[in-house]
């Protein structure tokens, strides 16, 4: 009874039922409320405060600022929020706000892409088979998933494409400005069970096992080492969760290796994948290959609770 006394009691105030009612639609840091609110900071974070110790909100800490979204077990804060009227004047202008916010800050982003020359897709440039490749993703992975994390996100079209079939979604990726794209994206689409975060692949702040699923799409040829950032996505994978590897299957572009393109890598091939996911707890379980003038590999493996000893020659 005192945990949903205190739910009520952080509900039960006007600045903080605003505060709710934009954190459902996506994640917003301190400074973007202060701005679609007009109140002071240290108003809005007291009461932010209060709903993140109240089990509301999620505060997600990223470099210098932090960023709240609607907790995913608020099931009374959604029931509130599910009674306001959709005509309420402040909440209207509140969303109004929000959205010129989310708008200038996507477009801050792509100038920026456009700045560093980065506005361009990889699978795209590559001349990969973009269909292909989702198709394949989609079959590797279950028709229904608890929480899925994708390693490098990058603006979260994966996560947007697989949000009917997950429970809960986290996307991870070093890139401020994508991240910036992602929560655009994300909060414009009202997928509130996703969130998105700044992380570095090597160390990732999150809890042992705590992932049904695992995604890495042509990340780990980015990777300076794969072995250890595999080691990481299985750390973070439950015990029978499913890790879903794509990359480049081996190939002889010397001139992908630098310049534009930037990567470490030249492909993999089945013997380096299975070594590093034997080494990290994972059975390779299958893999296919997408035909194009680059060819892709998919690798599913699962996790098992303890390193799988892979034999070498």
């Known amino acids: 009874m005192d945990a ?9 105030e006007p600045t903080r039922l605003r505060l709710l009612a934009l954190c459902a639609r996506g994640a917003w ?19 932010l405060k209060l709903l993140v110790e ?23 804060a959604r029931q ?23 708008a200038e800050r996507a477009r801050a982003a792509s100038d920026s892409f456009r ?14 088979p973009a269909a292909a490749i989702e198709a394949a993703i989609d079959a590797a992975l279950p028709a229904r998933i608890g929480r899925l994390l994708d390693i490098g996100c990058g603006t979260g079209g994966l996560l947007e494409r697989l949000a009917s079939r997950i429970d809960e979604g986290v996307g991870v990726d070093a890139s401020r400005d994508m991240l910036a794209l992602a929560r655009t994206r994300l909060a414009e ?18 809890a042992d096992g705590a992932f049904d699923a695992v995604t ?28 879903v590897l794509i990359d480049l299957a081996p190939h002889a572009r010397a001139e992908l290796l630098g310049g534009a393109f930037a990567h470490r890598w030249p492909g993999f091939d089945d013997a380096a994948i299975a070594g590093w996911l034997g080494a990290t707890g994972c059975v390779p379980a299958r ?18 609770t303890r390193p799988v000893v892979v034999a070498t020659s």
Not at 80 to 91: I, K
Request: charged share 25%; aromatic share 4%.
């Open 4 to 12: 949903l006394l205190t739910e009520l009691r952080a509900v039960a």
């Open 29 to 47: 840091c301190v400074s973007d409320l202060v701005a679609i609110l007009g109140q002071s900071q240290p108003r809005l974070s007291r009461h």
């Open 54 to 76: 109240a089990g509301l909100l999620v505060r997600t800490p990223e470099g210098a600022n932090a960023w709240f979204q609607l907790a995913q077990d608020a099931d009374l």
């Open 80 to 102: 509130v929020l599910a009674r306001l009227p959709e005509d309420d004047p402040l909440l209207a202008a509140d969303r109004r706000a929000a959205a010129r916010l989310a």
């Open 115 to 128: 700045r560093h020359g980065a506005d361009w897709d990889e699978v795209g440039a590559l001349g990969l």
């Open 189 to 206: 689409r009202g997928l509130s069970h996703i969130a998105v975060r700044q992380a570095d692949m090597y160390r990732l702040p999150i």
């Open 216 to 243: 890495l799409q042509m990340v780990l040829h980015y990777a300076e080492d794969p072995a250890a950032a595999l080691a990481e996505a299985a750390r973070v994978l439950r015990p029978g969760g499913a890790l």
């Open 287 to 304: 893999s296919a290959t997408i035909e194009a003038a680059l060819p892709v590999r998919v690798w599913v493996a699962e996790r098992k």
